[in-house]
């Protein structure tokens, strides 16, 4: 298992990477205030870090926009 943890992480990391500019602009865009983008920002990353094994399907699945506006909504 614990193989599977770092795995996650690694996973976390690269989704962080890849996606934190454009979550945090699709926030902004919703928001329209950036301290309250860069928190909605967070927790989108929290809730996707929570949600990571099924994330990437979603992803693949309904883009970018659609997990900002799923964990939004939570």
């Known amino acids: 298992k614990e ?3 770092i795995s996650t992480e690694e996973q ?3 989704l ?3 996606y934190e500019k454009l979550v945090y602009s699709i926030c902004l865009k919703m928001v329209k205030n ?3 983008a ?3 920002t967070q927790e989108t990353f ?3 870090y929570k949600k990571l094994p099924g994330l990437m399907e979603l992803i ?3 883009g ?3 997990l900002v506006t799923l964990f939004k909504d939570q």
């Open 3 to 5: 193989a599977d943890k």
């Open 12 to 14: 976390f990391e690269a």
């Open 16 to 18: 962080l990477r890849t």
């Open 34 to 36: 950036p301290f309250d």
């Open 38 to 40: 860069q928190d909605l």
């Open 46 to 48: 929290l809730s996707a």
């Open 60 to 62: 693949a699945e309904g």
């Open 64 to 66: 970018i926009t659609r």
